[in-house]
């Protein structure tokens, strides 16, 4: 990885971090920040992404949302496009998603919501409860923000 590569990626990194501490729904984002550092992602694959936040309609058993938005920006560059659905797995981009899963998992502990809340905060929370959810924003700080912060880094830098 060349240096612009590296500072795009800490740029893309405190970007990221800020945009989820000030909206919300971190797969949203990763993406807008992608965008906006690399581009690739148009406006309607950042609003698609709106109800992976929080493991998917803010259950928390799915894949959290920075990983989900990290890997819908790999597979804008690297998956398959339509008009090639009869033209093979595109195992490259196979290989960038779980390149990016395997590490997220060594740096967070996990990979879906509820792996992530309890890590952060030792439990997990129901995020449709009002009251269960100030909680989790509580206790969880900064913390997803970093994650989507690092998400985003490591994306721009893979791209």
Same mark, same amino acid.
């Given at each position: 990885?060349?240096?612009?590569?590296?500072? &795009?990626?800490?740029? *893309?990194?405190?970007?990221?971090?800020?945009?989820? +501490? #000030?909206? @919300?729904?971190?797969?949203?984002?990763?993406?807008?920040?992608?965008?906006?550092?690399?581009?690739?992602?148009?406006?309607?694959?950042?609003?698609?992404?709106?109800?992976?936040?929080?493991?998917?309609?803010?259950?928390?058993?799915?894949?959290?949302?920075?990983?989900?938005?990290?890997? &819908?920006?790999?597979? *804008?560059?690297?998956?398959?496009?339509?008009?090639? +659905? #009869?033209? @093979?797995?595109?195992?490259?981009?196979?290989?960038?998603?779980?390149?990016?899963?395997?590490?997220?998992?060594?740096?967070?502990?996990?990979?879906?919501?509820?792996?992530?809340?309890?890590?952060?905060?030792?439990?997990?929370?129901?995020?449709?409860?009002?009251?269960?959810?100030?909680?989790?924003?509580?206790?969880?700080?900064?913390?997803?923000?970093?994650?989507?912060?690092?998400?985003?880094?490591?994306?721009?830098?893979?791209?």
């Amino acid at each position: 990885m060349d240096s612009e590569q590296k500072t &795009l990626g800490e740029q *893309a990194y405190a970007k990221a971090m800020q945009y989820e +501490l #000030d909206y @919300g729904c971190c797969p949203q984002c990763v993406l807008a920040t992608v965008q906006e550092t690399v581009g690739i992602i148009d406006d309607q694959t950042v609003k698609a992404s709106h109800g992976l936040s929080g493991g998917g309609g803010l259950v928390g058993e799915g894949i959290c949302g920075a990983l989900s938005g990290g890997l &819908l920006a790999l597979s *804008a560059k690297f998956g398959r496009d339509r008009d090639k +659905l #009869d033209k @093979g797995r595109y195992i490259n981009n196979f290989k960038k998603a779980r390149e990016l899963t395997e590490r997220f998992r060594l740096e967070f502990g996990g990979v879906t919501c509820q792996d992530l809340q309890q890590q952060f905060t030792g439990r997990t929370y129901d995020m449709w409860n009002a009251a269960e959810y100030q909680a989790f924003d509580t206790a969880r700080g900064k913390k997803c923000a970093h994650a989507t912060g690092t998400v985003t880094k490591w994306v721009v830098e893979m791209l």
